[in-house]
């Protein structure tokens, strides 16, 4: 048992810190680390600079144009992202249907998609989750029924998706569509790449507790999707879904971002003050602060033993939802310690958080926490709620 | 990064755990408990015989010369047997202490007798006051013709009972909670003026008050050189011993976790196995979830059990036994609670568990002991504003 990283990883940590400490914006890490809201510039920017240096695509394979990353790679690449406060890479392009594309695409949409992915010059959104249907995923509604006409062969898709994330940014979206209602739930189901400016798509915003408007309700009433942008077979898609999950999980317990919030955690109570002394010297606060810190180092453990498995080709299973939980829970857990440790200043509100500047009231690092703590709290619920996981551990992993 | 074990490892492992499984039922471990020792010498002799007692011990000092890897497999695979026998005290930790810190004479009389399983010594070094602090050391040396006058209280000294000879430590200087000052004396423990008083803990294992009224030592009975403080020593080796503990909590906590899953798919109760409640599947998930992260910081303990720099060393243990103190809480009230009534009933595996698990929580610093530990080695690295 070893458990340092070779001379070659440690080289490439200091590769990909020096890139990143040259080429991230001061004015954009001063967003992420103090969680202001980034726009759809910003990541597109980040996006690029990354592209260009061939980095666009981190989990990406050499033959589609990416860096052809092991499992440690990609880890050690956004754990180095996220310390140095660069902002998450948006995923919905990036790891979710290029993924499905390069396994399932044809060499028609490979081409056709990816190198846009990459290159931010297109940008992506989920259509998975639908009203009715969260976690209970295979329950969706959305019909898409297959015709030919005179402008040949396509879908007219009706229905509702939405939690779209980011969507108002959107050129394209990817949804699970139903095209065969009489089959069994998942069997029916079809996974279309749609234009966002197709006619008859509606964007709505959805408000979220935080003021912010970061997700979206999409309608499709009647709108026209060449057969062309199908992937795979029809009726297959839940397959590819299931895929697509598989390669969400990379990165999920956030480790990187947790170390990186620990560090704000640690610098605003050394600030704060009570009874005359820095709020880290309070006994109460600095064991849980401690708590917390102890968690995280036991979960970058277990996240380094998952990887080593991957790294041994054994499958990462059901593990996923084991970092999917406690790495939601420490980094909810620390948006709560960040609200307690600026005390009443976690109340005077500023919706969309999109400002920092300083104002008459409170400290200024306090200005944010209070939204983000409320945005924080999506982090249980996304990506099959922590209850949906807990499901899988005991089925799939205990047996039960 | 790699974290996988040898196949000489794994071979330990693996007869460890046949021997254990073989020769330590749970019937034969509850014949053990109720013997008057609560021990068993044979058991001990068979540990020797398949090497665990030398493991330890360096190849130069006749042992196998293994390290914390191998004593983590070692403990692993003997935590679900839930030993009687000083492991523990006497292979990891005396060993450690013996083999760091005792003159060469010291070592070549006791290493290769206490590997052959010949002689047990067990540290008798907490006191009541102390709480978890290792360099809290009230009993006195006081110099005394050629040799030396003990006096002292040492408290709960696990396996005590089963010794043929302690390593006391004693203040020869300074104040209770001063580094400087302690040394460490072997004690015969029919010694004049050593008094045990026995008794058995809550898991069943054997410990002692050990009470010493001046006891007279011979001035060869000092461990080490006379100059040396032996408080970093000691403390190096109760880190030895607190990383081979989290590792026998892992076996132990493997083996509860399995034993409630199993219970949980053969137990009716509403015309079905109780295990298709999500009630109690997101518990037993939640119990998994705790083991997960012990066993990370189990192996976390043992990579850093023998690192030079204190702060690093004693951070990760802290944080270490943290987790586990946890872990071991949880997943034992979870056990039980699950067992429903057969959970709390002495037949059954799942209590005596429970209560090594408790036992484990509490010994060689409980939970906020290590929490406050880890928080003022951590607080002073604060870092710089963004």
């Keep these: 048992m070893d458990l340092t990283f070779t001379p070659e990883e440690q080289a490439f940590r200091q590769e990909v810190r020096a890139f990143v400490r040259d080429k991230l914006p001061a004015s954009l890490r001063h967003k992420v680390v103090n969680s202001l809201r980034l726009t759809r510039d910003d990541h597109v920017m980040w996006q690029r600079t990354l592209h260009e240096r061939g980095w666009g695509g981190p989990g990406w394979p050499r033959e589609h144009g990416g860096p052809g990353w092991n499992a440690v790679q990609q880890y050690i690449f956004e754990e180095e992202c996220a310390a140095a406060g660069a902002p998450r890479l948006i995923p919905f392009g990036i790891k979710m249907v290029a993924p499905v594309i390069m396994a399932f695409g044809s060499p028609e949409q490979q081409k056709r998609f990816l190198p846009d992915i990459s290159s931010a010059r297109k940008w992506w959104c989920q259509g998975y989750s639908e009203p009715g249907s969260g976690s209970d995923l295979a329950s969706l509604k959305t019909r898409a029924v297959r015709g030919f006409d005179k402008d040949g062969d396509h879908f007219v898709v009706n229905g509702q998706k939405t939690w779209t994330t980011l969507g108002q940014h959107a050129d394209w979206i990817f949804c699970l569509v139903r095209t065969d209602p009489q089959a069994k739930a998942q069997r029916g189901i079809s996974f279309l790449l749609i234009d966002m400016k197709s006619p008859g798509i509606t964007v709505r915003p959805i408000i979220t507790l935080d003021g912010a408007h970061e997700v979206n309700e999409v309608w499709f009433e009647n709108v026209r999707v060449p057969a062309e942008n199908l992937i795979g077979e029809e009726n297959k898609g839940w397959t590819y879904a299931k895929f697509l999950l598989g390669h969400e999980r990379s990165n999920i317990a956030g480790i990187g971002i947790s170390k990186r919030e620990i560090e704000r955690l640690k610098r605003v109570a050394a600030t704060e003050m009570k009874n005359g002394k820095p709020l880290l010297e309070d006994p109460l606060f600095s064991a849980k602060v401690a708590q917390i810190e102890i968690d995280l180092m036991a979960l970058e453990m277990t996240n380094l033993r998952v990887l080593s498995d991957e790294a041994n080709e054994k499958a990462p299973g059901p593990a996923a939802s084991i970092l999917k939980i406690k790495g939601t829970e420490i980094q909810q857990a620390i948006t709560e310690l960040l609200v307690a440790a600026v005390g009443p200043y976690a109340l005077p509100f500023k919706a969309e958080n999109e400002s920092d500047e300083e104002g008459d009231i409170g400290p200024r690092y306090a200005a944010g926490l209070g939204a983000h703590y409320c945005n924080m709290r999506k982090l249980s619920i996304f990506g099959g709620s922590n209850e949906i996981q807990k499901n899988i551990i005991s089925q799939q992993l205990l047996g039960l | ?386």
């Excluded at chain 2, 089963?162 to 000052?181: H, K």
């Excluded at chain 2, 997943?331 to 959970?343: F, P, R, T, Y």
């Design chain 2, 1 to 386: 990064m790699d974290f996988s074990f040898s196949e000489e490892q794994h071979q330990l492992q693996d007869a460890i755990s046949r021997f254990v499984q073989g020769d330590y039922s749970f019937e034969r471990r509850h014949k053990i408990l109720k013997s008057a020792d609560g021990w068993s010498r044979e058991v001990w002799q068979g540990l020797a015989d398949l090497g665990v007692l030398a493991m330890n011990i360096p190849e130069a000092d006749g042992g196998l010369g293994y390290g914390p890897i191998e004593t983590l497999l070692a403990m692993q695979s003997a935590g679900p047997a839930l030993l009687c026998e000083p492991l523990l005290d006497s292979a990891v930790i005396a060993t450690a202490l013996v083999r760091d810190f005792g003159s060469p004479e010291q070592r070549a009389e006791l290493l290769p007798a206490m590997g052959g399983g010949e002689r047990i010594v067990v540290l008798a070094h907490t006191e009541a006051a102390g709480r978890g602090q290792p360099v809290w050391v009230e009993t006195s040396a006081k110099k005394s013709g050629d040799g030396y006058l003990l006096n002292g209280h040492k408290a709960v000294v696990s396996l005590a009972p089963a010794a043929d000879e302690l390593l006391v430590s004693a203040r020869m200087s300074g104040q209770p909670g001063e580094a400087d000052g302690v040394a460490v004396f072997r004690v015969s423990k029919d010694a004049p003026g050593l008094v045990l008083k026995a008794f058995k803990t809550l898991d069943g294992r054997r410990a002692a008050d050990v009470v010493l009224t001046d006891v007279k030592v011979p001035a060869a009975s000092l461990l080490g050189a006379p100059t040396t403080s032996a408080t970093a020593a000691i403390d190096r080796a109760l880190d030895i011993g607190l990383a081979a503990l989290c590792a026998e909590s892992l076996g132990v906590m493997e083996a509860t976790v399995n034993a409630t899953i199993e219970y949980l798919k053969t137990r009716q109760q509403f015309g079905q196995p109780i295990g298709r409640f999500q009630a109690l599947q997101h518990r037993t998930a939640d119990m998994l979830l705790h083991l997960e992260q012990s066993r990370s910081m189990a192996y976390l303990a043992a990579m850093h059990c023998n690192v030079a720099d204190d702060t690093q060393r004693r951070k990760t243990l802290s944080a270490a036994k943290v987790v586990i103190g946890n872990a071991c809480r949880f997943i034992g009230q979870q056990s039980v609670q699950l067992h429903g009534g057969m959970g709390m009933t002495e037949e059954l595996n799942v209590s005596h568990f429970f209560k090594r698990l408790m036992a484990i929580e509490l010994s060689f610093g409980d939970t906020d002991t290590h929490l406050q530990r880890f928080a003022a080695l951590t607080q002073r690295d604060i870092p710089l504003a963004a």
